[in-house]
């Protein structure tokens, strides 16, 4: 359905709009609520002039605007925080947090016009978009620090740099090591010095179990000798 929104609603315009919306979000909440009226030809009139009213305050305002604008961006937002060793937050910043810090420094601005979308979790610097106009924006810088001060984002980089430099180094020396070992199996000669260590020891071994059979007697033939002989002499004729 068509609707003429007669207040700013966050994501879908601002006074005298004439937007579209799915049925049950223009009757069960906009119009319920005055924040849009059904668009007919007599609201279609009331748009207009909601309209005109709407710029005319904006041209009254947009010198003010600008002003916020360059009072915020000149100064870096300060959020102290508890953390761990680690820098990360023990909760989140999230935009209501912000707008406390703002309206603290004169800056009364509402929570749906800081543009922050995701929590902050963890200690650093941010930039943030706050809609201070809605023909002006402001980038805001905002600095989440431990509160104890101890934990900083110069320290956890040095943390970060110093274990990288420890797996860098742990890296090259086992490479070292590879490369010791793999240049001493390349050695010329060294596979055929272990083969001849081995075959040394094979004939050691040969050696040893030879010296250790019984030596072979060679049979001795009978020699001549004078003795008598137990045979019986022949009688003479």
Known sequence: MKIVLKAEVDNLGLPGDVVDVADGYGRNYLIPR???????????????????????REAKTLGSAEAAKNALE??????????????????????????TVLKARGHDIERRRIDLKTPIKQIGTYEIEVHVHPQVSATVQVDVVDQEGVVTVESLAGAKADEARSIEEAALEAAAELESEEAVEGEP??????????GATTDEAGDEQTSDEPAATAPVAPADSDEPTDQPEEAPA
Do not use: C, F
């Open 189 to 198: 000669g060294a596979e055929a010095a272990e083969a001849a260590e081995g």
């Open 74 to 99: 000149a100064r870096m937002l300060r959020i102290p925080v508890r953390v761990d060793e680690a820098g990360h937050l023990y909760g989140s910043v999230r935009a209501e947090d912000v707008r």
């Open 34 to 56: 005055g924040l849009a009226i059904k668009a007919t030809a007599g609201a279609m009139k009331e748009a207009a002039a909601l309209t005109r009213s709407r710029k005319a």
